[in-house]
């Protein structure tokens, strides 16, 4: 998608559509009132095109809900479409611009400009970026492999500031969002590709590659580190397969960094194919078990931003990708297993492999200096079902580190909710022969069981652990977002790790 950012009157605009945003103010606790519809734009011009139509009561300004009005009176735009904001929010306005993408594609229109809000509740510089974000996730679509594939992606978006607007903030976040919504689209595009087309060894290529495009630091290792490592956990994983592993480290180091502060360790799960091992998924849940990668997705989407956004802050990445299959060389359950710090683990199910990658992702991440740690992972389904798929679950050992997290989900929009971490749960995975086992005794409790043995690698570090299994992947599609991949935590990471910035 081509994208620009510029000062003009919204008059003279002669686009093919032209998007902006309105909100109701009618007291939304009377369910009979009248909607009191405001436009959260100054210019008279667009004012005038929509007034008769919002007064007759027709467009209620609901959440992604939209009006179009084809040639509007006094404006050059062929057609204008008015989408409707829940309330006057970033995040509501990120939807609203991926609502506008949306609408257009199936009616083959190309070219879409965006009206900047100019209302009180919205600083320029987020209403871009939130604009600029809801515009390119928009645009994305899953359907890559199909043989006959119709072109329906909007070709070019433009933001408008309007002729009195704040045009150098508006265009300095229309820019950064940009760069964000291209890291989370990669995520998405990962996510998205097959286990046949996205081994371990092919998404080191792609890791590789976005890194040296991007300006960071990169290495790919393979089955001899692991063993060097000492990474038995992670091994245990990779054994039944005929794929090697892909151990995959990114860095980036700000030019003015100097030893001392804080370095943020970055670990995902990469398991590009699920079959649970000998523990073996039912059929009807496994075709899904491409996306077991999106934790790693979401690690390298975020180091995507962080390179373009350049914060002043240290962040190595680490990405323990493998593929979880059964054959005659796989673990079993039952198997003790000695991860590189030097714990034992009972495996009681070799379905339970994520967290077994993540205790050596996250002790390597410690040795190469990391001072904080986040990992993401689709680790449980039970998760979902503790929380359903509008909240990924979020753990934590230490308030401080976390409520740097909380701030950034108010920039980001992604939804988390902190379950508990206590010490009380610890019981449920201990081993009796064996320092921990890799479940819990009982199936309650299955996310905090897996949050639990993440914890004992973590050690006194200061860790969130991000478990995305439910929201990684839509089923439904959004007026907003297509269906498929999400590319959900890249934003929020972002946040986090610049929040420790300067």
């Not at 007759?56 to 009176?73: D, K, R, V």
């Not at 265009?171 to 689209?185: D, Y």
């Not at 692991?226 to 090697?244: D, I, Y």
Request: hydrophobic residues 45%; aromatic residues 6%.
């Amino acid at each position: 998608m081509n994208t620009d950012c510029i000062q003009k009157a919204p008059a003279s605009i002669a686009a093919e559509l032209l998007v902006v945003f309105a909100v109701n103010k009618a007291d939304k606790k009377d369910s009979v009132a009248a909607p009191v519809i405001e436009l959260l734009h100054g210019d008279g011009a667009v004012k005038s095109a929509v007034a008769a139509i919002t007064r007759a009561g027709e467009f209620a300004a609901a959440s992604c809900e939209t009006l179009l009005i084809h040639n509007p009176a006094g404006l050059a735009a062929k057609r204008l479409l008015v989408v409707g904001l829940a309330k006057a929010t970033a995040n509501e306005l990120r939807k609203a611009a991926g609502v506008g993408i949306r609408f257009a594609k199936p009616r083959k229109i190309r070219e879409v400009v965006l009206l900047l809000p100019d209302a009180p509740e919205f600083d320029s510089k987020m209403a871009g970026r939130a604009i600029a974000e809801g515009a390119l996730l928009g645009n994305f679509d899953s359907d890559s492999y199909k043989s006959d594939p119709v072109d329906r992606s909007v070709a070019a978006a433009t933001l408008i500031t309007g002729s009195d607007g704040a045009s150098d903030a508006a265009k300095a976040g229309w820019l950064e969002g940009i760069a964000v919504a291209e890291a989370q689209n990669f995520a998405r595009t990962l996510v998205n590709e097959p286990g046949n087309k996205l081994t371990p060894t092919i998404l080191g290529e792609r890791a590789a590659a976005m890194a040296k495009s991007a300006g960071l630091q990169c290495e790919v290792y393979s089955s001899e580190k692991l063993h060097a490592l000492k990474m038995g956990a992670f091994w245990s994983v990779t054994q039944g397969s005929v794929e090697p592993p892909a151990l995959i480290v990114l860095t980036y180091q700000p030019e003015n960094w100097k030893p001392g502060g804080p370095v943020l360790g970055l670990v995902g799960k990469g398991i590009t194919f699920d079959s649970g091992g000998l523990s073996l998924k039912p059929a009807d849940s496994m075709e899904k078990m491409k996306y077991d990668m999106a934790g790693a997705a979401a690690m390298l989407g975020a180091m995507q931003a962080v390179a373009a956004l350049k914060p002043d802050v240290k962040v190595i990445s680490v990405i323990c990708s493998a593929e979880n299959m059964p054959s005659g060389t796989a673990q079993k359950p039952g198997d003790v297993q000695i991860a590189m710090s030097g714990k034992t683990i009972e495996v009681l199910n070799t379905d339970a492999e994520g967290r077994l990658v993540l205790a050596d992702g996250l002790t390597y991440a410690k040795q190469l200096g990391a001072t904080h740690l986040v990992d993401a992972a689709t680790l449980t389904g039970a998760v979902g079902i503790a929380l359903g798929t509008v909240n990924g679950g979020a753990f934590a050992n230490d308030d401080e580190t976390y409520s740097k997290f909380v701030k950034g989900l108010e920039i980001s929009g992604e939804k988390f909710w902190r379950l508990p971490l206590e010490d009380d749960y610890k019981d449920q995975i201990k081993s009796s022969i064996a320092d921990i086992m890799n479940v819990g005794k009982t199936r309650y409790g299955g996310a905090i069981n897996g949050a639990m043995f993440l914890k004992e690698f973590a050690e006194e570090t200061p860790w969130i652990h991000l478990d995305i299994a439910a929201v990684a992947w839509s089923d439904e599609q959004k007026a907003w977002l297509a269906s498929g991949p999400t590319g959900v935590a890249v934003r929020s990471i972002l946040e986090w790790v610049r929040s420790y910035s300067g």
